[in-house]
């Protein structure tokens, strides 16, 4: 189903628990499943104790009824930093979600399948300034908060995405995952700056860039138009019928650039056009996240 | 490069609308918000050559497009090289008179003319039309099968045809075409006395090639006139004939079938024959040459009525100079005493009768009621005092000193004028009577008194009024002439009839003969085909100068000469497909360089 078709079914936190199910449902029983609990000791049994926890094996042994103890523990920190400045909150068809609805839920979803895997999840929320900043923390209320921080304000003129990331890195005290979702309509030496930090610091970067179509295609219907950048106010006189071979070669020698940029900080890169399943980026998300284990 | 439709031009100036639209493109006043704008300003920085090169194609493209729509609409005319020849229509006239047929080393010129013909239909496409047009003005249409099958068949005139009447036919019919290629081809041995009258005028402003065999006529002899002596034999008479040529030769005159005579002739000699032939009535015959280079005016055909003089009664009251001349005939054989012809006044008017008007004024009257009891539809009107000159055959030189005007009575028809006093009607002659509007008295007219009263009056008796007689008439091969009163056949040379009607236009046959006039089955006179004398002087125009005469291009009769000359690779034709065609092919690559046109240098 497009995304704008399941946007259309509910509210953001049910449409991406149907994304989450979906995706989890369709995922194969991992032999690590469990990686977040470990033993840690043992202690006298106590009534009302789980039976589910009883070490049956030194019952057995030595007579003794003895609980296992488990040290619940996240082995990841993840900080999902979303752009929110003007230039994502744009569509070129009617019929199609904004930069912005998208990464919301594709945001959601993300943060949802993180807490799922026990795994703490922060948010963060920019523009030209931070919007939002939720700590990461693994609990299911954790989630709430986020969707709460999706609809802060913002859509300011410009996107400070270095600093975002930056803050990211900060929540993160050990070695985590910052997930920038954006569509990289920004400065593009910072952000590289920022990203070879963070990866010093240890942490793995995943890059969503999010794209309408027509961004990456300039299928436009007009004719001889002006074209304004709705952020900074650049415009250029094009016939996009002229100009769109030329307009798609540039636009992907671009995502190749960006690409080979966060390759080469270590970083991973994943181009999202806003018509494609979200399914798509939360499996690259999600295999990064699996490559940390 | 010229317009069937030139208004449609002012349908180039839309090639403004591109032009302003390139030039105003910056200008535009459609917004569009696009956050990716930094990709078309990078794509811009990047490609700027590229989308400016691009730009600047796009609008010479839109530009040619517009153009050349415009011109499509126009109707150009203009040459296209490499695509062969325009579609053509052409006109291949051949000369095929009488000096066609005139052999030399190289062959008869006719061969050759056909020859070069040939080449023309060979040289054509499918989408040329073309005509073939012959000296008779016979015009055969069709492809080029049909051409090549009336070549095959066609055959030399016995006449010098009419070389004008060829060309306006030519012209007519390419013309009439609807083809704007436009060609005459006259294929002809460029003979002076046929073409040097002809002017470009008949060509009516069609472009034309002449067409002329190479070599030199050799020399001719040929018979250039020839005549009976009398008109009427009893049996005896003479054929007189002029030979023209350098060197004598033989001659023989043949009658009814039967060679009466032989000789030598000497260049410009007249040959005389007496002869008495065994035949009777009116027969054919000929004077024949040697044979050379041209057979067909070797041999010159003449036709006489042999028999017994015309019975002729003279009117008593007659005057003595009408007297005289019939005392004079009757000694000479040329007439006999009898009750057939009546020679008198006209108040004794009967058929067949030779009738002159009255002396004497008061008589005027009775003389009309008589004309009107024998059904001569004549009157005699006013009188007129002369002197006033006689103009017609054999009267030339006399005067008429008084006369009556004739008047027709009704609408007469099979009526012929044989001479003219002025602008009125002197001597008439019908079915079985001559009238004449002056007595035959000195105090009247001269004529009695001439020497030349008894030779007309013999022509008279022998060809108008003998009862057997239609007369004789030599016309020119093709010529158009009257069908004589009373006649309802026409016997061809080869003895098949034909029925005509009397007092019609008849146009003869282009080959020479003696045809015969047919009353209730019997022959009443003939006619004498010979071709023109003028057709035996086979002195040539220069190719040029016949070429400069027609305002017409001259080339060799060469298959490549003349097919390349027809048919103007390089010559005007519609380019109304071909600039549609561009266009389309201009259309096809705006299309291509607006979607792609650039992509590999872009991504280059």
Same mark, same amino acid.
């Given at each position: 189903?497009?995304?704008?078709?399941?946007?259309?079914?509910?509210?953001?936190?049910?449409?991406?628990?149907?994304?989450?199910?979906?995706?989890? *449902?369709?995922?194969?029983?991992?032999?690590?499943?469990?990686?977040?609990?470990?033993?840690?000791?043992?202690?006298?049994?106590?009534?009302?104790?789980?039976?589910?926890?009883?070490?049956?094996?030194?019952?057995?042994?030595?007579?003794?009824?003895?609980?296992?103890?488990?040290?619940?523990?996240?082995?990841?920190?993840?900080?999902?930093?979303?752009?929110?400045?003007?230039?994502?909150?744009?569509?070129?068809?009617?019929?199609?979600?904004?930069?912005?609805?998208? *990464?919301?839920?594709?945001?959601?979803?993300?943060?949802?399948?993180?807490?799922?895997?026990?795994?703490?999840?922060?948010?963060?929320?920019?523009?030209?300034?931070?919007?939002?900043?939720?700590?990461?923390?693994?609990?299911?209320?954790?989630?709430?908060?986020?969707?709460?921080?999706?609809?802060?304000?913002?859509?300011?003129?410009?996107?400070?995405?270095?600093?975002?990331? *930056?803050?990211?890195?900060?929540?993160?005290?050990?070695?985590?995952?910052?997930?920038?979702?954006?569509?990289?309509?920004?400065?593009?030496?910072?952000?590289?700056?920022?990203?070879?930090?963070?990866?010093?610091?240890?942490?793995?970067?995943?890059?969503?860039?999010?794209?309408?179509?027509?961004?990456?295609?300039?299928?436009?219907?007009?004719?001889?138009?002006?074209?304004?950048?709705?952020?900074?106010?650049?415009?250029?006189?094009?016939?996009?019928?002229?100009?769109?071979?030329?307009?798609?070669?540039?636009?992907?020698?671009?995502?190749?650039?960006?690409?080979?940029?966060?390759?080469?900080?270590?970083?991973?890169?994943?181009?999202?056009?806003?018509?494609?399943?979200?399914?798509?980026?939360?499996?690259? *998300?999600?295999?990064?996240?699996?490559?940390?284990? | 490069?010229?317009?069937?439709?030139?208004?449609?031009?002012?349908?180039?100036?839309?090639?403004?609308?591109?032009?302003?639209?390139?030039?105003?493109?910056?200008?535009?006043?459609?917004?569009?918000?696009?956050?990716?704008?930094?990709?078309?300003?990078?794509?811009?920085?990047?490609?700027?050559?590229?989308?400016?090169?691009?730009?600047?194609?796009?609008?010479?493209?839109?530009?040619?497009?517009?153009?050349?729509?415009?011109?499509?609409?126009?109707?150009?005319?203009?040459?296209?090289?490499?695509?062969?020849?325009?579609?053509?229509?052409?006109?291949?006239?051949?000369?095929?008179?009488?000096?066609?047929?005139?052999?030399?080393?190289?062959?008869?010129?006719?061969?050759?003319?056909?020859?070069?013909?040939?080449?023309?239909?060979?040289?054509?496409?499918?989408?040329?039309?073309?005509?073939?047009?012959?000296?008779?003005?016979?015009?055969?249409?069709?492809?080029?099968?049909? =051409?090549?099958?009336?070549?095959?068949?066609?055959?030399?005139?016995?006449?010098?045809?009419?070389?004008?009447?060829?060309?306006?036919?030519?012209?007519?019919?390419?013309?009439?075409?609807?083809?704007?290629?436009?060609?005459?081809?006259?294929?002809?041995?460029?003979?002076?006395?046929?073409?040097?009258?002809?002017?470009?005028?008949?060509?009516?402003?069609?472009?034309?090639?002449?067409?002329?065999?190479?070599?030199?006529?050799?020399?001719?002899?040929?018979?250039?006139?020839?005549?009976?002596?009398?008109?009427?034999?009893?049996?005896?008479?003479?054929?007189?004939?002029?030979?023209?040529?350098?060197?004598?030769?033989?001659?023989?005159?043949?009658?009814?079938?039967?060679?009466?005579?032989?000789?030598?002739?000497?260049?410009?000699?007249?040959?005389?024959?007496?002869?008495?032939?065994?035949?009777?009535?009116?027969?054919?015959?000929?004077?024949?040459?040697?044979?050379?280079?041209?057979?067909?005016?070797?041999?010159?055909?003449?036709?006489?009525?042999?028999?017994?003089?015309?019975?002729?009664?003279?009117?008593?009251?007659?005057?003595?100079?009408?007297?005289?001349?019939?005392?004079?005939?009757?000694?000479?054989?040329?007439?006999?005493?009898?009750?057939?012809?009546?020679?008198?006044?006209?108040?004794?008017?009967?058929?067949?009768?030779?009738?002159?008007?009255?002396?004497?004024?008061?008589?005027?009257?009775?003389?009309?009621?008589?004309?009107?009891?024998?059904?001569?539809?004549?009157?005699?009107?006013?009188?007129?005092?002369?002197?006033?000159?006689?103009?017609?055959?054999?009267?030339?030189?006399?005067?008429?000193?008084?006369?009556?005007?004739?008047?027709?009575?009704?609408?007469?028809?099979?009526?012929?004028?044989?001479?003219?006093?002025?602008?009125?009607?002197?001597?008439?002659?019908?079915?079985?009577?001559?009238?004449?509007?002056?007595?035959?008295?000195?105090?009247?007219?001269?004529?009695?008194?001439?020497?030349?009263?008894?030779?007309?009056?013999?022509?008279?008796?022998?060809?108008?009024?003998?009862?057997?007689?239609?007369?004789?008439?030599?016309?020119?091969?093709?010529?158009?002439?009257?069908?004589?009163?009373?006649?309802?056949?026409?016997?061809?040379?080869?003895?098949?009839?034909?029925?005509?009607?009397?007092?019609?236009?008849?146009?003869?046959?282009?080959?020479?003969?003696?045809?015969?006039?047919?009353?209730?089955?019997?022959?009443?006179?003939?006619?004498?085909?010979?071709?023109?004398?003028?057709?035996?002087?086979?002195?040539?125009?220069?190719?040029?100068?016949?070429?400069?005469?027609?305002?017409?291009?001259?080339?060799?009769?060469?298959?490549?000469?003349?097919?390349?000359?027809?048919?103007?690779?390089?010559?005007?034709?519609?380019?109304?497909?071909?600039?549609?065609?561009?266009?389309?092919?201009? =259309?096809?690559?705006?299309?291509?360089?607006?979607?792609?046109?650039?992509?590999?240098?872009?991504?280059?």
């Amino acid at each position: 189903m497009d995304p704008a078709s399941l946007a259309a079914l509910g509210r953001l936190e049910v449409i991406s628990r149907w994304i989450v199910d979906g995706l989890l *449902a369709g995922l194969h029983r991992s032999p690590k499943k469990g990686f977040s609990v470990e033993f840690a000791e043992h202690r006298t049994y106590q009534p009302g104790d789980d039976l589910r926890f009883m070490d049956w094996k030194v019952a057995a042994r030595a007579d003794k009824w003895l609980i296992k103890q488990y040290e619940e523990e996240t082995n990841l920190r993840a900080t999902i930093v979303l752009d929110v400045s003007r230039s994502m909150d744009w569509k070129s068809q009617p019929q199609l979600l904004t930069k912005l609805a998208y *990464a919301e839920r594709l945001v959601a979803a993300l943060s949802l399948l993180l807490i799922k895997q026990r795994d703490s999840v922060g948010f963060i929320r920019f523009d030209d300034q931070l919007r939002s900043v939720v700590p990461p923390k693994s609990r299911t209320v954790q989630w709430k908060r986020i969707l709460t921080a999706l609809g802060d304000p913002g859509s300011g003129q410009g996107s400070d995405a270095a600093g975002a990331l *930056a803050q990211a890195g900060k929540l993160i005290r050990r070695r985590g995952m910052v997930i920038l979702i954006s569509d990289l309509l920004l400065d593009s030496q910072e952000i590289d700056d920022t990203v070879h930090a963070l990866r010093a610091q240890g942490h793995d970067v995943t890059i969503l860039h999010i794209l309408d179509p027509a961004e990456r295609t300039f299928d436009m219907a007009a004719g001889e138009s002006e074209f304004v950048d709705p952020e900074r106010g650049d415009s250029l006189a094009v016939t996009p019928a002229d100009v769109r071979e030329l307009y798609r070669a540039t636009v992907n020698e671009a995502i190749d650039e960006w690409r080979a940029r966060f390759s080469g900080a270590g970083a991973f890169y994943e181009p999202i056009g806003t018509d494609q399943p979200f399914g798509v980026p939360l499996r690259r *998300a999600f295999a990064a996240r699996q490559r940390l284990n | 490069m010229s317009f069937l439709a030139p208004w449609a031009l002012l349908l180039a100036a839309a090639v403004g609308v591109p032009l302003v639209l390139h030039l105003l493109r910056r200008r535009t006043g459609a917004r569009i918000d696009f956050p990716a704008v930094r990709y078309l300003l990078r794509m811009e920085r990047e490609h700027a050559r590229e989308v400016k090169l691009k730009n600047l194609l796009l609008m010479m493209l839109r530009v040619g497009i517009v153009l050349a729509i415009a011109l499509a609409a126009a109707r150009p005319i203009g040459p296209l090289p490499g695509f062969g020849h325009p579609p053509t229509a052409v006109a291949v006239v051949v000369d095929n008179s009488l000096s066609s047929a005139a052999a030399s080393a190289e062959g008869p010129v006719l061969t050759r003319l056909v020859a070069a013909a040939r080449n023309v239909i060979d040289g054509a496409a499918s989408a040329d039309k073309l005509w073939l047009v012959t000296m008779d003005g016979a015009v055969t249409g069709g492809d080029a099968g049909t =051409l090549r099958s009336a070549l095959s068949n066609l055959r030399s005139l016995d006449g010098a045809g009419d070389a004008t009447l060829a060309l306006r036919r030519a012209s007519a019919v390419v013309r009439a075409s609807g083809v704007p290629a436009q060609r005459v081809v006259v294929l002809t041995d460029a003979q002076a006395s046929s073409w040097t009258s002809i002017s470009a005028e008949a060509l009516g402003g069609v472009s034309a090639t002449v067409v002329v065999p190479s070599g030199e006529p050799g020399p001719n002899r040929a018979l250039t006139e020839i005549a009976t002596e009398p008109l009427h034999w009893d049996p005896r008479g003479a054929v007189r004939a002029t030979m023209r040529g350098t060197d004598s030769t033989t001659w023989r005159v043949v009658v009814d079938g039967r060679t009466l005579a032989r000789g030598n002739a000497q260049p410009g000699a007249a040959i005389v024959a007496n002869l008495q032939p065994i035949a009777r009535g009116w027969v054919g015959g000929t004077v024949e040459l040697g044979p050379d280079e041209l057979r067909a005016d070797d041999v010159r055909h003449f036709a006489v009525h042999i028999g017994e003089p015309p019975a002729i009664t003279v009117d008593a009251a007659s005057s003595v100079f009408l007297r005289g001349a019939v005392d004079a005939l009757v000694q000479g054989g040329r007439a006999r005493r009898g009750g057939d012809v009546l020679l008198a006044s006209a108040e004794k008017a009967r058929t067949p009768a030779l009738l002159f008007a009255p002396n004497d004024p008061l008589k005027v009257a009775d003389a009309n009621r008589a004309l009107e009891r024998a059904g001569i539809p004549w009157r005699l009107g006013a009188r007129r005092e002369g002197p006033a000159p006689l103009r017609g055959a054999g009267v030339d030189g006399a005067v008429a000193r008084s006369w009556y005007v004739l008047t027709a009575a009704g609408t007469p028809t099979g009526v012929d004028t044989l001479a003219r006093v002025g602008a009125s009607p002197w001597a008439v002659a019908g079915e079985g009577y001559v009238l004449i509007a002056s007595a035959a008295e000195q105090s009247a007219t001269d004529l009695p008194v001439r020497a030349a009263f008894v030779p007309w009056l013999d022509a008279l008796l022998s060809q108008r009024l003998a009862q057997s007689s239609s007369g004789v008439t030599s016309v020119a091969p093709g010529a158009t002439l009257r069908v004589p009163s009373r006649v309802d056949q026409l016997e061809a040379p080869d003895g098949s009839m034909r029925p005509v009607e009397s007092g019609a236009q008849l146009e003869m046959p282009w080959t020479a003969g003696v045809h015969f006039w047919r009353r209730a089955g019997e022959r009443v006179g003939a006619v004498v085909i010979n071709g023109e004398a003028s057709e035996s002087e086979l002195a040539r125009l220069a190719p040029a100068e016949l070429a400069d005469s027609l305002g017409a291009e001259s080339v060799a009769a060469s298959a490549e000469g003349v097919a390349g000359a027809t048919f103007n690779a390089g010559g005007s034709r519609t380019l109304e497909r071909t600039f549609l065609v561009l266009a389309v092919l201009l =259309l096809l690559a705006e299309a291509f360089v607006a979607r792609r046109g650039l992509l590999k240098t872009a991504a280059a």
